[in-house]
């Protein structure tokens, strides 16, 4: 079975800087992806960065970059130069690739909130 | 645009009255789930669809029906709603695993009063 962890219930930071998002993962499967959404107050879940077990370098999207690191099983997603839009709620997903893939299995969540 | 629909957005109604509430992508997608979102629970699987008529139960499915006979719907189904049913609501779709995510709907909030 696959599990999530997120165990920063809230994280209040500084408008413009920079803010790391904590996730370890469990599973048994040698290939899966992993993924983390960002959901406002309105409610949307929305995509921000994807990272598979097999990719070599870490993945980056703009301001948002996932800290990998395989063998302890964590997936950190880091905020560079934050602002107030990215006060939202963030979770961290996983799926399997070969086993697993009809689902998304979530964190329990992260309310990060930016503060001028 | 590509998208899932899901609707209503929001929706108030008493114990036992049956609704349903509609989802349906444009993406050719074959993979399609609903989730229910609880605080301090995170998101949580309730029925998943890996094509048309192929239908299975997820992590939470007791109360709920779901059904896939088109391959761009996936209507969620409550025969007899109970308050323990309030939650915020999400239909999934997904072309496939590995670096394919799932798009989201805008979700619906349903109060089972």
């Known amino acids: 079975a696959q599990k999530i962890t997120q165990t920063q219930p809230g994280m209040f930071v500084q408008e413009k800087e920079a803010v790391t998002l904590d996730c370890t993962y469990d599973?048994?499967?040698?290939?899966?992806?992993l993924f983390w959404y960002k959901q406002p107050s309105s409610g949307e879940m929305i995509f921000l960065i994807y990272?598979?077990?097999?990719?070599?370098q870490n993945a980056t999207e703009g301001r948002y970059s996932l800290n990998f690191q395989k063998a302890r099983k964590s997936a950190n997603l880091v905020i560079s130069a934050s602002q107030l839009g990215d006060s939202a709620m963030y979770f961290c997903a996983m799926r399997g690739i070969i086993q697993g893939a009809q689902k998304l299995v979530f964190g329990q969540g992260t309310r990060l909130t930016i503060n001028p | 645009e590509a998208q899932v629909t899901q609707n209503p957005r929001y929706l108030i109604t008493v114990t036992g009255k049956k609704l349903t509430v509609t989802c349906s992508q444009n993406?050719?997608?074959?993979?399609m789930s609903w989730y229910r979102q609880d605080p301090g629970l995170g998101l949580r699987q309730i029925y998943y669809?890996?094509?048309?008529?192929?239908?299975d139960k997820g992590d939470v499915p007791e109360g709920y029906k779901v059904s896939r006979k088109e391959k761009r719907n996936f209507p969620l189904i409550l025969e007899s709603p109970s308050p323990n049913q309030t939650s915020l609501y999400f239909c999934?779709?997904?072309?496939?695993?590995?670096?394919?995510?799932?798009?989201f709907g805008s979700g619906t909030r349903l109060t089972v009063v």
């Open positions: 990272q598979g077990s097999y990719d070599e």
């Open positions: 993406m050719n997608h074959e993979y």
């Open positions: 669809s890996m094509n048309v008529e192929v239908t």
């Open positions: 599973t048994s499967d040698q290939s899966y992806g």
């Open positions: 999934a779709s997904s072309g496939g695993p590995g670096r394919a995510g799932y798009t």
